[in-house]
Structures are given as structure tokens and as C-alpha cells.
């Protein structure tokens, strides 16, 4: 992430929070994240046209949608996230991309990768980093299921106790 280098407010977990917002906002499901040189290609599943009325369930067309964010459109979900935040607390979160993105993208973070690669259905997600190191880069594969990422927010308030007391 070219413009994010440097500045500790914008990074893996910001960046993708904000993107996991944008997800959120437009009903996407069964998402596949990709790391482009300038900005996210951002894929997944929507729902349009279902109903539920007393006479009939519609359960609506299911079609692929994707966008391409650039980093600019990243810098304006950051700012509109951080206008929409409470008390901070994640695990008060809705559930949902957000939240999961976010506490992943820490993760992710704490790697320190080139570029990132995720595929995610019903709650799981599978992770690809391109890790540099003294030998050269490489790709290292994780895998978070639905509990793993609700173990990941349950310890965030910890992590987040820690870097404020490390200022």
C-alpha cells in the first residue's frame, strides 16, 4: 500500500475496516480481496430483488459484483469511517466485514506483507501474504475460520489497552 507506508494510522486495519464498511454497506457476501499496485479489486456476491411479503418469499437474483478502489476512494472511506465511530469498542460492532476485516487486517499488520490476497465464505477466510525476507519473497497462506475471528475481536480491547499504554 504505496500511500499508507509511514503513517501509523493508516494500515492493514484501517484501510481494510473502512473497505469491510463499504462491503457492509452494499449487502456483499462471499468476498475476494485483492491487492492491486494502485488501490483494492474488491469482488463478491449480492442479493437484488428478494421480497418477504404474507403471500410469497422471493429469495431475489444473486449476481457478482466488482469495484476497483483506488487509493484516493480508500482515503475517503477512512475519513468516512472514522466520522461514523463511537465508543471504539469492537466488539460492540455490528457483526459483520468490518469488524472481521478489521481485526484480520491487524493481523495482517503485525506480518508486515508486500501484498495481500483474501477469499473469504460464511465467515472463513483464507489468507495469502507476499512476505519479503533476507532470502527473497515468498507467499505464506493463513486460514481464520468464523471462531477464529471472533477470537481475534474478543482480544482487541487487550491489544488495544497495550498500544496506548506503550505511548
Known sequence: MRIYEGSPR???EEVLRSIGAFIDGHGMRDIVLVEIPDGFLVQGLVTAGGSTSAWSDTVGTVSKETFQ???DDIAKFMEECVGRRGSGDIAAMKPGYERALRVVGRWMDEQHPRDIFLLEQDG???IRLLLAGQVGSHHQLAEFTHDDVEQLVS???NLRARA????
Open 10 to 12: 493508516q494500515d492493514f
Open 69 to 71: 478502489f483506488l487509493d
Open 124 to 126: 472463513a477466510y483464507v
Open 155 to 157: 482480544q482487541a480491547p
Open 164 to 167: 496506548i499504554g506503550a505511548d
